[in-house]
Structures are given as C-alpha cells and as structure tokens.
C-alpha cells in the first residue's frame, strides 16, 4: 500500500524563523504536489513540482522535489502569522491517483 | 469562473436517510474528483470521471456509496443509507485534459454530519 509520510505533523515556530516540512512517499513518482488548508477551508494549490530535480519558490515558501529519494520538502523562510494552516502534500501515481499526507499543522507565532 | 461550486455546504441528516452531494466543475475542466476528509483517514479520493465516464472507483468505500456524472457540468455523490461513520467534509475538484495544467481546483466543500 502506498504511504506518503508528512513530518512533523505539527509545528509551532515563531516569526523570523526558518522551518522546514518533509514529506517521503512509498512509491514512484514524478509528480507532487502542495496544498495549503485553512481551518474549515478548502484547499488551495501552492505548487506542483512535475520533474526530480524541480524547485519552485512563491514567497516565503520554497519546495523541492527528489524522486530518486522519494522526498518533497517544503521550506519556511522567515516565518509571519499568515502562514499558519495545514499543509498537505500529495503524489499522484500514474495520472489521476492522488494519495496526500497526513498533513502538517504549522502554527506561527508573534 | 466561480470555481468549482459545491451544494449543500453543510448537510444534517439521521441515519438511514438518503444524501446527495452535488459538484459543478470548473468549466472545460475534464476530470471530476470525488474526495472525503476526516480526521482518522485523512483525505481519500473516491472517484474520478473523465470526461463524464467513471474511471476508477476503487475507493469507494462502500455499495452505499454512488456517484454519477450525467453532463459536463453536474455530478452528483449519493450515500444511501447513510451512516453516523459516514460523517466527514466531501470535497469535489476538476482538472483541465491534456499537460495544459496539472493543477487540481477544490470546491469548498459539503460538511456531512449523520445522526
């Protein structure tokens, strides 16, 4: 069966600080993706990382993706309050096969 | 485009009552995916259709559950009976064909609550 592992699984961290979110998966793939969820919220799509290799950064966050490691990570650069919510990561097996995380609940303090 | 629109937002109902979720996707979108969060499990997919045909329906969990896609614009996710283990925030998402996008768009969600 295939597991995608996210750790920690909760985060406390004050502002200014710098955190980083790993997500390892079971299986392969070449495709992942993250999501932002705020508290009885819907999801919201904050990267896809297509290819081994692939990084992409919008803001404070920054991910990563090494398929050869079965290993996404997703990093917090200076953190602000507005960060705070869950954050899931997801593989996609073959095309359409979504299987996510546990989820990282990150809460940023003042 | 308004996204993806789910109704109701908020469904209570007592056991052994019928459920229908209902999803309108994103306009030219090409797949349908059908998801359950809970806390215990997480978030599962259920199903998804491609171009309104089933494609894969192993997760399911159970013949209680049904989903149908009659055109490009609605589909529908019926729980009958339902049960209070039933209970959990149904999401619905689209995905355009093609490499065009491989994102996937979330509706906001149905809270389930069963009785």
């Known amino acids: 069966e295939l597991k995608v592992e996210q750790n920690p699984l909760f985060l406390s961290m004050q502002e200014g600080k710098n955190y980083t979110i790993y997500c390892n998966y079971s299986t392969t793939s070449d495709r992942l993706y993250w999501y932002r969820q705020d508290p009885g919220k819907s999801l919201e799509s904050l990267f896809v990382l297509l290819s081994n290799g692939a990084v992409k950064q919008e803001g404070r966050l920054m991910a990563s993706l090494d398929t050869k490691a079965r290993l996404s990570t997703l990093h917090i650069t200076a953190a602000v309050h507005d960060l705070s919510a869950t954050y899931f990561c997801?593989?996609?097996?073959?095309?359409?096969?979504?299987?996510f995380g546990s989820g990282t609940k990150l809460n940023v303090k003042p | 485009d308004a996204g993806v629109i789910q109704s109701p937002r908020h469904e209570v109902t007592e056991m052994g009552q019928e459920v229908t979720l209902r999803c309108k996707p994103i306009s030219g979108h090409d797949y349908l995916f059908w998801y359950r969060q809970t806390m215990m499990r997480g978030l599962e997919l259920l199903i998804y259709?491609?171009?309104?045909?089933?494609?894969?329906d192993s997760g399911m969990p159970e013949d209680r559950f049904s989903a149908k896609m009659p055109n490009a614009s609605f589909s529908t996710l019926k729980i009958q009976p339902s049960e209070p283990r039933d209970s959990a925030v149904y999401f619905c998402?689209?995905?355009?064909?093609?490499?065009?996008?491989?994102?996937?768009?979330f509706g906001p969600g149905t809270r389930l609550t069963v009785t």
């Open positions: 998402a689209s995905r355009q064909g093609g490499a065009v996008s491989y994102e996937q768009y």
């Open positions: 997801a593989v996609e097996v073959g095309f359409n096969k979504f299987y």
């Open positions: 259709f491609n171009n309104n045909v089933p494609i894969d």
